[in-house]
């Protein structure tokens, strides 16, 4: 299954952590209703830390993948596109009359928000969608990865990152710096290189710096 960094960088937030420990004692916010709370953290409902990210849904007015569509009744004497079988979803109640549909991959995942009921609750019907000219790029790419795949939606440089968070993972489990370069730079590491390699102690500060950056708010650059 595709994976959202962003949620990646977030569910290891200790803000966000400590605040759904305060949340889930309130049954009133595991309802998966659009809870204005949320959007401090970009979500449209609270989500538990170790959920996957496929119950994750990102403030549609954040989220660069997000597009929106009318339901239309189906009209047989029109031609018309089936959204690729790959494909599967997941939906959410984000508001009184929205509603927003997940739609993913092994690869990568879109939100898609309609009005007046779930994208899925019926069939015979197809999606007028609203293309923006100042995104127009985005959108067409949303629609690629609808109808074609093959798309990467994601922003460059998600493998970097999910680097560094891994050695902020082994850093909060108690490894050392030291320990760290060890683990992950044994070609370069060695006691004697430790003491004197300015690089090797620069290069493990700077993915936990740089995984420490993400977590902490940055990640909305990702959406």
Known sequence: ???DVAWECLRRNENYNECWALMKKD????NNKYDRKAQFWGLTNFVDPQA??????WIPALSKRTIYANKC????????MKIRSEIQFNECNISDNEFCTKLYDDQCCIQIITQGGLL???????????IKSDDLDANIDILRFLYKGNVTLFPKGMRNILDCLVFYDLYKNGMSHKEIAKLKYPQYYSDEEWLVSDWLRARVRYKIKKAT???????INLL
């Open 52 to 57: 996957s990210s496929i119950d994750v849904f």
């Open 120 to 130: 899925f609750a019926e069939e015979n019907y197809s999606l007028c969608f609203f």
């Open 213 to 219: 950056k993400y977590i902490n708010g940055f990640y």
């Open 27 to 30: 049954l009133g916010f595991l």
């Open 73 to 80: 009744k189906w009209n047989p004497h029109q031609s018309f």
């Open 1 to 3: 299954m595709y994976i």
